[in-house]
């Protein structure tokens, strides 16, 4: 079955530092990726998204993710956080050729310390 | 540009009583509607999804149904709540047609069974 991994459930970090939240997916022919950021009690806004194209992918507020075909991996990345980057992080995936559905996985929550 | 409403924002319901909540889509048409629950700590999981009017796949078995009585209008609802129906509810929406697969969320409703 397909399948999305997160494996930090949290990730505290200091404000300035860098930060990388981790993302595996089971492997397939064609995939398409997604980041997620999730603020406390709204929906979720889309950060990024991998279709096709460069494996290096730049989004909103400063967050980038790489897309690793050999590893199944697609890490997301910020160099220097800030206060306001604390939320919860979901990465997504979606197969083709059923590409209706998204298979989220179970979120990491950064939390971001002066 | 296209907009998401769900409503209520919250919902405080009994055990037994009936539920209904709401999600309407603007600026697009025919798109592919999702209704998703997320438990307190937990991640998205997908309830429901629509491509078409009168069309309505259920992923998970539960006391909960939808439909799709417009094209841009998703309802959830249940006869007879229980107190495992708490969570976070989250409709989305997404292209019917194109390559480009993310799903774009509401604001979510929060709904307490007491």
């Known amino acids: 079955a397909q399948s999305v991994t997160q494996l930090d459930s949290q990730v505290p970090v200091f404000e300035e530092a860098p930060v990388e939240l981790r993302c595996n997916y089971s492997?397939?022919?064609?995939?398409?990726l997604f980041w997620y950021v999730q603020y406390p009690n709204q929906g979720l806004q889309l950060l990024l998204k991998y279709l096709s194209g460069s494996t290096l992918v730049k989004g909103i507020n400063g967050f980038e993710a790489e897309f690793n075909k050999s590893q199944t991996s697609f890490h997301l990345r910020k160099p220097s956080v800030h206060i306001s980057d604390t939320a919860e992080y979901f990465c997504a995936v979606t197969w083709g050729p059923n590409t209706d559905k998204l298979i989220f996985g179970t979120g990491t929550r950064l939390q971001v310390f002066p | 540009s296209q907009t998401i409403h769900q409503w209520p924002a919250t919902l405080v319901q009994p055990v037994g009583s009936p539920l209904s909540l709401e999600c309407t889509v603007e600026g697009t048409s025919n798109p592919n509607l999702y209704w998703y629950r997320q438990a307190a700590g937990r991640g998205l999981q997908l309830l429901f999804y629509?491509?078409?009017?009168?069309?309505i796949s259920s992923e998970v078995p539960q006391n909960l149904s939808a439909s799709r009585p417009q094209d841009r209008q998703f309802i959830l609802s249940s006869k007879k709540l229980l107190l495992s129906d708490s969570g976070f509810y989250l409709c989305a929406w997404s292209p019917g047609t194109g390559a480009t697969y993310e799903q774009y969320f509401g604001p979510g409703t929060r709904l307490t069974v007491t």
């Open positions: 492997s397939s022919v064609s995939v398409y």
């Open positions: 629509s491509v078409g009017i009168g069309q």
